[in-house]
């Protein structure tokens, strides 16, 4: 008797702990992040910087004398 009970014993202590560990897993999908290009903020300066190299050239000019 005592046999069997100790056998009882070992088995629940062995499979009841780790039946009752935890508790329910609950899975959630997350949906995929939302990936936004931003527009570039430098997308100006170029062309800025451009045209003022080109009007710089035609209001400076050539200064030098011309000989005739």
Known sequence: MTKI????????LAF???VSAGGPVVVEEEGQPEVVA???RSG?????IIG???I??????NDD???D
């Open 5 to 12: 009970a100790a056998s009882v014993l070992a088995l629940s």
């Open 56 to 61: 710089c050239a035609i209001a400076c000019g």
């Open 52 to 54: 003022a190299i080109v």
């Open 65 to 67: 004398p011309v000989d």
């Open 16 to 18: 009841g702990s780790a």
């Open 38 to 40: 931003e527009s570039p």
């Open 44 to 48: 100006w300066i170029v062309p800025v």
